[in-house]
C-alpha cells in the first residue's frame, strides 16, 4: 500500500486493489477487467468500459498462472458475485496485445499532435538544443546511431541514454504513419509522460522483473472489496 501523504494533490489519486494480491496502488498502474453482459471477461486497458469492473496488479507470467489454476475464476467470481463467468484462456495474451496496441495508438497520436519527431537528423538537433523530453530507439536500431543520440541528449540536458523500444522500426513506422522510423523524440513534457506511462504500463506486464508480479495471493474474501460498479 502507498504511503498516505498531506498533499492534496496526493490524497485525490484514485487507487484500486489487485484481486490476486490485495496489493493497493493507483488506478492507472493497475489494469482492469471489464464484465460482459454475457458473463465475458475481457481487459479494460482504458478502463471506459461499461458495467461491473475488477482489477489487477500482476503481470502475464502471474495472470496466466492464475488463470490457468482457477484462481482467477475465484477471485473474479467473488469480485463480481456471480460464477456464470467466460474468462478466455488467452487472457493473458490479450491483455498484452492490449496494452502494445494502446502505446502504438499513443504513438500515432502524439505524431499526429505534432508533438513527435523522428529522424536522426532532426532528433539530433533538437536533442542538443534541450527540447527533447523522452528519446526513443527502434529495436533495431544501430549502436552507433543510439550512442550519438544518446550523447546529443545528454549534452542537451537529457537522461542519460534513450528507451529502447520492444518494437522494430517497422512497427513504429506504421504506428506513425511514416517511413523508416528508427528514432523518435517526444518535443513536449506533457506527451513525453503520455507515452513514458503507457510504455512502462506495457513492459511491467510483460516484464517479470519490472515489479508487478509478487505478493502474497488474495484470501476468499478480498476480492469482495475489489469490483467497482460502472467504470469508476
Known sequence: MRKRTNDPLEA??????????????????????????????????????PGRGAWIGVGRAALDE????????????????????????DLGELTEQALRQQVLDRLGLEARGGTLINGSEKVEIA???GKVHLLIHSSDAGEDGNKRLDQAWRVGGGDKAGLVFPEDRTILSMALGRENVVHIALTDAAAARRVLHAINRWRAFIDPDAGLDGGDAAGPSAADEFVDEGNA
Do not use: M, W, Y
Not at 467470481?77 to 456464470?84: D, M, P, Q, V
Open 12 to 49: 485525490h489519486v484514485p487507487e484500486r486493489s489487485c484481486i490476486l494480491t490485495r496489493r493497493t496502488a493507483p488506478r492507472e498502474e493497475l489494469i482492469r477487467l471489464a464484465l460482459g453482459p454475457d458473463g465475458q471477461v475481457a481487459p479494460d486497458i482504458r478502463a471506459r468500459a
Open 66 to 89: 492464475a488463470n490457468s489454476k482457477g484462481k482467477l475464476k475465484g477471485a473474479l467470481s467473488r469480485a463480481f458475485k456471480t460464477s456464470t463467468l467466460d474468462i478466455p484462456a
Open 127 to 129: 536533442a542538443r538544443q
